[in-house]
C-alpha cells in the first residue's frame, strides 16, 4: 500500500499541495514510534520536523512548568493531527510535546518541510498567515475553492444593462419605451447623477396623482439611488436590498453606470432567500407574523453559516434583518403622530450590526425636547415585552426602552454624554461604550444624528478622555499563558471578554479621536487604515481576528441550540475540547493579535501594563 494512501490529503495543510508536491513529501517521510511518557520535542530544544500522528495520542505541555511536578496540556493531539512544524520553522520549540500513549508518526524532516514552504506559497502561508487560516476555518467543510454563494460577484453573469431615458422624456414615452424594452424600471440622468423611475412610479403618477402624460418623467425620477460597485460580492447587493427594503440596486464603476441587479437575478444565485425573509418582516400585522419571520431569520442564519459563508456577510445581512424587525415593531405599537418626534436607536453589538445571533435587547428612545406623549411609557414597555417574546431575551444591565433611564429628550440624552465624559469613572466609560454604538432604526434620525454630531466635537475638549476610555479596552486579560498557549479556565475560555472586547473598545476609541462617523467595527478599522493611523497589516490581522472570533462563538452557539443547551450565560464561552487542530491554532493566533493591539494602544494613549 502506498504511503499517500496512508495519509489524509483532504484535510489542510496537506490540501493546498499540488499531485507532485505531495509526491515529495512520500518520498522524505520517515516514520517515528514513541513509547507512553516519551518526550518527542524539548521545549526550547529544536523540532526534528512535522510530525503527522498515525496511531496514539500526544500533550503539548507548557515547560517549564508553573509549579515543580506540575503540567498544563495546551493541546491535546489525536491521528491525523500534526504538530512541530511552527517549532522547526521557528528554530526552537516553545513547549514539551509528550507522547500521551504509545504513538506513531509520519516525520517530514525540518529540510524538507522547508523545501515545500519554499515551492508552495500557499502551504508556506498557511502557518504564518491569519488570514488565510481564517478562511479556510470558514471553509473547511467545503470545497478549498469555496462555495460558488461566496465567490458570485457584482458582474455581467447577474446584471442587466440599464434603460436610460432622456430627461424631457414624458409619461407616454417613458411607459411606451419600457414595455417595448420590457424593463420594470429605467434610469434619468440629471447632469453626472442618475435617478431611477419603475412601472410602479408611472402608474401612480398618472393614476393616483393625476399628473398629465407630458409631465417630464425626471420630474418623478427618485435621485437617492442605492448603488454597489462593479466586482463587489454580489452578496452585499443582496444585503443592500434588504436593508432599503428594495429589488434592484444600479452597478457603478467609479463613478460610471455598468447596469443594474435585479432581486431576481441576486436570488438565483442564492438558496436563502434572505430577501423573502425581509419580507415577511415588512409585511407582518401581528406579533405571530413578526415571531415567525425571527424563526425564519434563525434558520437562514444557520443555513448560511453551514454554507460557509463569511463572518463579516452574515453580520451585515442579520444587521439588516434585525433592525427591519424592530422597525415593523415599533410601527406597529407607535402612532404615526409620534413618529417625527422619537428616534428609536439600537446600540451596542447591535448598533454597530455585529450580531450572528439573537442576543438580548440594547435599545434606547431619542424624544424631541417637551414632547406630550403620556402613553409611552405603556408602550415602550410592551414594545421590549414582544421583543423578548419573539426571541430577543431582555438586557441584563436593563438598557432597554423599558427603563426610562434610556428614553430621554435630545438636550437630557446629549446632556448624560458629556457628564459621562467629564466623569471619566468606569460606570460611566461603559455607559458611554454603549452609547457611543447607536445606530437609528425608526423614527426621525436626524434626532440621533444631532446628537452624535454633538458629542464628536464634544470629547474634542476633554483631552483625558480618550486615554481613560482606551484604557477599557485593557480590563480583561488577554487569554494566553506566558509561553504563548491558551488559557482556559474551568468553564472555558471567554471569546468576548478575551478577544472581541478589547478589539471593538480599542477600535472604537480610535474612531472617535478620528472623528469617524461609522459604527461597525470591520468599517472601522478600514477608515483608520486609510486614514494611515492604523498600520495596514495590524488592520487586516485585527480584522481577520476579529472574524474568527465570531465564527467560533456563533459555531459554538449553534451547536449549543441544536442539543437545547443554548443559554445567555454561555453565549461567548468555547471548550477548547469542541476545537480541531485548525481552530485552536487560528484561535491562538488572534488572541496572539489581540495582545499586540493593546501594546498599540498602550504605547499610543501612554497606558502602560494591563496586557
Request: glycine share 6%; proline share 4%; charged share 25%.
Amino acid at each position: 500500500m502506498s504511503l499517500l494512501q496512508n495519509i489524509n490529503t483532504q484535510i489542510v495543510p496537506f490540501s493546498l499541495l499540488t499531485q507532485g508536491e505531495l509526491d515529495y513529501l512520500v518520498a522524505h517521510v520517515d516514520i517515528g514510534y514513541f513509547q507512553k511518557g516519551e518526550t518527542i520535542i524539548v521545549g526550547g530544544g529544536e523540532s526534528e520536523g512535522l510530525h503527522l500522528i498515525i496511531k496514539g495520542y500526544v500533550c503539548e505541555l507548557e515547560s517549564p512548568s508553573l509549579q515543580p511536578g506540575q503540567t498544563h496540556t495546551l493541546v491535546h493531539y489525536g491521528p491525523e493531527d500534526y504538530f512541530g512544524a511552527w517549532s522547526a520553522i521557528r528554530g526552537k520549540a516553545l513547549h514539551d510535546f509528550i507522547a500521551d500513549e504509545e504513538t506513531i508518526c509520519y516525520i517530514l524532516p525540518a529540510k524538507n518541510l522547508l523545501e515545500l514552504i519554499h515551492r508552495n506559497s500557499a502551504f508556506g502561508d498557511y502557518f504564518n498567515n491569519l488570514s488565510l487560516q481564517q478562511d479556510l476555518l470558514e471553509n473547511k467543510s467545503h470545497d478549498l475553492n469555496m462555495t460558488e454563494f461566496m465567490l458570485a460577484k457584482v458582474d455581467a453573469s447577474c446584471m442587466r444593462d440599464a434603460l436610460v431615458l432622456e430627461p424631457d422624456c414624458d409619461l407616454q414615452q417613458a411607459t411606451r419605451c419600457m414595455r417595448e424594452q420590457r424593463m420594470d424600471s429605467a434610469l434619468v440622468p440629471r447632469g453626472k447623477r442618475y435617478g431611477m423611475v419603475t412601472r410602479t412610479d408611472l402608474l401612480d403618477a398618472i393614476v393616483l396623482e393625476n399628473q398629465p402624460l407630458s409631465t417630464p418623467v425626471k420630474a418623478i425620477a427618485n435621485y437617492r439611488l442605492v448603488t454597489v460597485e462593479a466586482g463587489d460580492y454580489l452578496f452585499n447587493a443582496l444585503v443592500r436590498m434588504t436593508m432599503h427594503e428594495i429589488d434592484r440596486v444600479v452597478v457603478m464603476a467609479k463613478g460610471e453606470l455598468r447596469g443594474v441587479v435585479e432581486l431576481a437575478e441576486a436570488l438565483s444565485f442564492f438558496s436563502s432567500h434572505s430577501h423573502v425573509v425581509g419580507m415577511r418582516i415588512e409585511r407582518a400585522s401581528s406579533v405571530d407574523e413578526l415571531r415567525a419571520a425571527a424563526d425564519d431569520m434563525e434558520a437562514l442564519i444557520r443555513s448560511l453559516h453551514t454554507q460557509g459563508v463569511k463572518t463579516r456577510f452574515l453580520m451585515d445581512l442579520l444587521a439588516a434583518l434585525n433592525k427591519r424587525l424592530m422597525a415593523k415593531l415599533f410601527h406597529l405599537l407607535v402612532p404615526e403622530d409620534i413618529m417625527p418626534h422619537v428616534c428609536l436607536v439600537v446600540m451596542g453589538s447591535e448598533g454597530r450590526g455585529e450580531q450572528i445571533t439573537k442576543t438580548d435587547q440594547d435599545n434606547g428612545l431619542i424624544m424631541r425636547d417637551a414632547l406630550d406623549w403620556p402613553q409611552g411609557p405603556e408602550i415602550l414597555q410592551e414594545y421590549s415585552r414582544i421583543l423578548q417574546e419573539i426571541g430577543f431575551p431582555a438586557c441584563p444591565g436593563n438598557v432597554m426602552v423599558s427603563n426610562p433611564f434610556w428614553v430621554q429628550p435630545i438636550s437630557e440624552w446629549t446632556k448624560r454624554m458629556q457628564d459621562w465624559v467629564v466623569s471619566g469613572d468606569e460606570d460611566s466609560l461603559m455607559k458611554l461604550a454603549i452609547a457611543v454604538d447607536a445606530a437609528p432604526v425608526a423614527g426621525n434620525p436626524a434626532l440621533y444624528k444631532t446628537s452624535r454630531n454633538w458629542f464628536l466635537k464634544e470629547i474634542q475638549q476633554h483631552k483625558r478622555f480618550l486615554p481613560a476610555f482606551a484604557k477599557v479596552a485593557m480590563v480583561f486579560d488577554t487569554p494566553l499563558t506566558l509561553l504563548g498557549g491558551i488559557r482556559e479556565r474551568s468553564n472555558g475560555v471567554d471569546l468576548k471578554r478575551g478577544g472581541i472586547f478589547p478589539i471593538v473598545q480599542g477600535v472604537r476609541t480610535l474612531a472617535l479621536q478620528y472623528q469617524i462617523s461609522a459604527n461597525n467595527t470591520f468599517a472601522r478599522i478600514d477608515a483608520l487604515v486609510e486614514m494611515g493611523v492604523l498600520p495596514q497589516r495590524m488592520g487586516g490581522e485585527l480584522q481577520e481576528a476579529f472574524s474568527v472570533f465570531h465564527w467560533l462563538r456563533v459555531k459554538a452557539e449553534l451547536a449549543r441550540q441544536a442539543k437545547s443547551l443554548a443559554s445567555p450565560m454561555l453565549l461567548n464561552m468555547i471548550d477548547l475540547n469542541d476545537l480541531d487542530r485548525l481552530e485552536k491554532d487560528t484561535l491562538r493566533q488572534s488572541f496572539h493579535v489581540v495582545k499586540e493591539f493593546k501594546k498599540h494602544l498602550a504605547l499610543r494613549y501612554q497606558l502602560g501594563g494591563g496586557l
